[in-house]
């Protein structure tokens, strides 16, 4: 018996048919006026997506991960108690660590002692550069088959802080010293990309895509130079509400890394590790920020992340705490195990409007990362503040849709609970701290949407 498709007996639609139905539809309206919303990142987005909108650019992500992990973060400030927390945190459904190591103190064999680190992979992020810690956490790395990354970043501390860990020349050296210590295992990763940094100062999505894509080209000139090898770089990046340009982003940086890596010769993956932003996240009604992580959590997840570190709702106001990081581990394996979230792989491919997104962001960005580098470089725009100055621009823009109520955050600037009292709940100050310290450059600074808002608010309780 043969097989009947029901859909041949009708003649296919096409996008210009569909684009004057709906003009005849608006009565004499403007269709782009009515209908096309344009980005801040100049994307037009259509009211509907045609098969034709993703003809000649239909995007190939051959490299997404066939599995994201559940990741949990730890500060850590005592190595042993760290130790204790990983391991209830891995008992509870993580399933890989990110450690913030602010001191040359921690001890690593206290710290990872009873972690298997074949089966558990490890995100580290350091304060700080030393090459006689960093050669004592590979020696104990030994020969294991290990997913360790030690995501060193030079170039964005210099963004993030204004300074050199010690000078430029020094900095570059302990990374070329680590990288030639950890020949012998290739399974530890070198370098990372800190993409976040942009996106919770207001950076919009082509310029956290450029700025990327930058930063990483300045370890892949250096490298080349010494004609040594890059491991892998880790790509820090956090998702903010836009869902599917959220989407579209990581999808796009993913195909521009491919770019940027066949140009080099080099055959390493894009990894990526996800974090909601911090800059959409509110002080009142905090409850709300459970609902924009669970959204941004989806979003990372559909985008081909590699793994995702969610944020307590309560995080920019208190202390680390077990409740707070329980409910963000759970809503991960919520979406992980309960909504199937790990059952598809690419599970946006094919979708017209997801594609046609992916391929303007990534068109732009890359226009704008060829004006970086015909400008110098990205160190070089960075040095003489321009970095610092689009960011600005942006960011002020952001705020101004904030402040106007064209950009919305429930429970703050619209729908507020006037009976909602905060002050005596902080235990962390949840403004932006300015460091009076001398620096080389401007650094770049992360700032929430609701500052301004949140200060006043709490000065009238």
Known sequence: MSSVNLFDEFDPVSAKAWKQKIQVDLKGADYNEALIWKSPEGVDVKPFYHSEDVEGVLPNISKSPKKWYVTQSLYVQDSKRANKKAIEALERGAESLLMIIPSETISINDLLTNIDLESVPVYFEFTFLSSKYLKSLVDYIGDKKTEVFLNLDIVGNLARTGNWYHSMDKDYQIVKEIH???????????????????????????????????????YLNFFKELDKEVTTIVFKVTIGTNYFFEIAKLRALRLLWETLAQEYGVETDCHILTLPTKRNKTLYDYNVNMLRTTT??????????????????????????????????????????????????????????????????????????????????????????????????????????????????????????????????????????????????????????????????????
Do not use: W
């Open 180 to 218: 030639d210590y950890t020949q012998g295992n290739p399974s530890i990763g070198i370098l990372g990309t800190d993409v976040s940094l942009y996106q919770n100062a207001g950076a919009n999505k082509v310029q956290q895509l450029a700025y990327a894509l930058a930063q990483a080209n300045e």
């Open 296 to 461: 941004e959590s989806m979003s990372a997840i559909l985008g081909g992340s590699d793994s995702i570190c969610n944020l307590s709702y309560d995080a920019i106001f208190h202390k680390d705490n077990e409740f707070g990081e329980r409910i963000a581990r759970n809503q991960l394996l919520i979406l992980k195990g309960e909504s199937y979230f790990e059952k598809v792989a690419n599970p946006a491919d094919g979708a017209y409007y997801i594609e046609s997104l992916t391929h303007q962001l990534a068109e732009k960005a890359l226009e704008l990362f060829k004006s970086i580098e015909a400008g110098g470089g990205f160190l070089k725009q960075l040095k003489e503040h321009i970095i610092q100055k689009k960011v600005k621009e942006s960011a002020e823009k952001e705020q101004s849709l904030f402040d106007e109520g064209k950009e919305v955050l429930l429970g703050t600037n619209k729908y507020q609970n006037d009976q909602d009292r905060m002050k005596e709940a902080l235990e962390l100050y949840p403004f932006l701290k300015k460091d009076k310290r001398k620096t080389l450059i401007e650094p770049i600074l992360e700032k929430r949407l609701a500052e301004s808002l949140e200060q006043k608010r709490l000065g009238d309780e």
